[in-house]
């Protein structure tokens, strides 16, 4: 067994918790509620589904929905689960919530105590499992577990492969890993170009956060390219042209086919989904009268998720589960 990571790169854990400390700490002073069922509108996410309670159900809620529903499909109930950069504790809470004994590990200090506070203040508590949250980067991670949770957290990593090796050493034998992490490198510039249209359209008709953001792309063809070529970097950088740089000095350590090597290598296969490909940047940004905000909101979480079932939309994200193979 691999001696709490001596094999593994780590990176620039103090950077990087650094990094997370600073952006919950500024999303709390900002009104941000960690807890998918008492999220409330947050305008400090100007572009976010973070802004958004009926955002965060269509994009953060769906994805707890498809881990819980590969839980009770694959793993069964009241499984003990790691997660694994749990940031604000928001994933961790609804496993909680529904059954599941969670131990929820991060490296920033201030997501912890937030989470914590979170968990303290739940009114939720009917068939609550169990749920504790520890400031541990994963390398130290101990116990044996029913399944390792990597929610947006596994592309944080420097060695991918590393990390996958030493969860495989946490689960049972016969348990499973379950990701849900980017694929950005699949984002085409014909992906891009969907994503064009509709802030075009919005923009047109004063549906978008800032018309001029778009309108002044629209002129010629020249500059219409350019800004599609644009969306299709933001898409894939995972960030604005004018940020400077992502969420943590190790954001997007790892490509999805990186992971997905990882996780084969040493997991055997037993479902894979794709996941959202645009709606996680684009459903902040709607705006206008409530009931058309919502209506649109609607729209296009119902879009993206059809056309990349049927439509050939390339996905930004992926759902695995695998199960522990017995022998490498």
């Given at each position: ?56 159900r ?13 839980l ?10 790691l ?72 592309h ?5 492969f ?13 348990g ?11 984002f ?12 075009a ?5 004063g549906?978008?956060y800032?018309e ?10 020249t ?8 969306l ?52 902040g940004g ?43």
């Amino acid at each position: 067994m691999t001696n709490k990571g001596d094999e593994i790169d780590v990176g620039d854990l103090g950077a990087e918790a650094r990094a997370f400390d600073g952006r919950i700490s500024e999303r709390i002073s900002a009104g941000f509620v960690p807890d998918l069922r008492r999220a409330v509108k947050c305008e400090h996410f100007y572009k976010s589904f973070w802004r958004d309670p009926q955002f965060i159900r269509l994009y953060v809620g769906r994805i707890v929905e498809g881990y819980l529903e590969l839980l009770s499909k694959h793993c069964g109930p009241q499984q003990r689960i790691l997660d694994v950069g749990c940031g604000a504790g928001y994933v961790s809470l609804e496993l909680a919530r529904n059954g599941h004994q969670v131990v929820a590990i991060d490296i920033s200090s201030a997501n912890i105590e937030i989470a914590r506070r979170t968990l303290a203040e739940n009114p939720f508590r009917e068939g609550f499992g169990h749920l504790q949250y520890e400031q541990l980067p994963f390398h130290l991670a101990e116990g044996i577990y029913d399944v390792v949770l990597f929610s947006v957290s596994l592309h944080h990593m420097p060695d991918v492969f590393g990390v996958v090796r030493r969860a495989r050493e946490l689960i049972r034998p016969g348990g499973y890993v379950l990701c849900y992490e980017p694929c950005h490198e699949r984002f085409r510039e014909q992906d891009a170009a969907q994503v064009g249209l509709i802030r075009a359209i919005l923009a047109l008709t004063g549906h978008w956060y800032d018309e001029g953001e778009v309108v002044v792309h629209l002129g010629d063809e020249t500059a219409l390219a350019n800004y599609i070529s644009g969306l299709q970097e933001e898409y894939v950088m995972e960030r604005d042209p004018n940020e400077p740089e992502g969420q943590s000095p190790h954001d997007l350590e790892a490509d999805g086919e990186t992971m997905l090597s990882a996780l084969r290598k040493y997991f055997d296969e037993i479902e894979y989904r794709n996941g959202f490909s645009f709606i996680y940047r684009l459903l902040g940004g709607i705006r206008g009268p409530e009931s058309r905000i919502r209506a649109l909101a609607d729209f296009f979480a119902l879009y993206d998720r059809l056309a990349v079932e049927r439509y050939g939309l390339a996905p930004n994200h992926f759902y695995f589960l695998g199960r522990r193979k017995d022998a490498l």
